[in-house]
């Protein structure tokens, strides 16, 4: 399982919220482009950017910024937040982003979207489907920057797509998000059972190098770590196996 970074931007700076809520913020001093050279140190080959202001707003309001990071050597990142057009796509893998995370339009719109994995490969392109359990243990798709509860479940949402035109799936439990109250196992080890072919990513709980253990045993092929690794609440060692090209003392 790989280990990847998440850097969240509103408003040019470094930020995580609580549960996916805005007035919930967390600020971090260090500037985005010097946590991402810190994140490639650490050996970090791909680290996840979410343009938060564009979640929300539906447009890139981080644009700019992206562009220099994706332009910064030595790993991939992959982008999402606000990606609701086939140009945006397209601006975004010009300016130098591996991937591109499709997230309210997966659900919204499926076969556009089904339309941009087929044009720019399922390699460029993934999805993102944001959930809320329910008191049934059901997991609710949310869109819009994570405000609004649609009728729709994750199995639903992915049943949409057709076998083999997606690959890469982030789910996050934003009940979880920015909380450290641990990842939503059983909702990936659902996942990995009704849905074994795609490469999950885990997001959303991860505390310390136990969770990524349990996650990585669930066969998930990416968790998705922000606070935690913000506050350093995992060493260097204990982040070794999960990221190959880390060059730690031993």
């Not at 010097?34 to 490639?40: A, F, K, Q, V």
Request: proline fraction near 6%; hydrophobic fraction near 45%.
């Amino acid at each position: 399982m790989l280990l990847i970074p998440a850097i969240d931007l509103r408003g040019g700076r470094c930020v995580r919220l609580y549960q996916g809520d805005f007035a919930a913020e967390t600020r971090y001093p260090m500037d985005p482009s010097e946590l991402l050279e810190r994140y490639r140190a650490f050996g970090a080959s791909w680290v996840h950017v979410v343009d938060l202001d564009g979640a929300r707003a539906g447009a890139q309001a981080n644009r700019t910024l992206i562009g220099t990071l994706a332009a910064m050597p030595g790993l991939r990142i992959q982008v999402g937040g606000g990606v609701r057009s086939r140009e945006v796509i397209e601006d975004l893998l010009r300016a130098g982003v591996a991937r591109v995370i499709v997230g309210s339009a997966a659900v919204e719109q499926p076969e556009t979207v089904c339309a941009w994995l087929e044009h720019f490969g399922p390699e460029r392109v993934g999805l993102a489907l944001d959930v809320r359990i329910a008191a049934d243990g059901t997991p609710q798709v949310l869109t819009r920057g994570w405000r609004e509860r649609v009728p729709v479940t994750l199995w639903e949402a992915l049943a949409r797509f057709p076998a083999g035109s997606c690959r890469h799936v982030l789910c996050t439990d934003v009940a979880r998000d920015g909380a450290l109250a641990g990842p939503s196992l059983q909702l990936y080890r659902q996942a990995r059972v009704r849905h074994p072919d795609l490469a999950w990513q885990a997001s959303g709980g991860v505390r310390d190098a136990a969770d990524l253990h349990a996650l990585a045993a669930l066969g998930v092929a990416a968790a998705i770590s922000g606070k935690a690794l913000l506050e350093g609440r995992i060493s260097a060692q204990e982040l070794k196996p999960f990221l190959p090209d880390a060059s730690f003392p031993a």
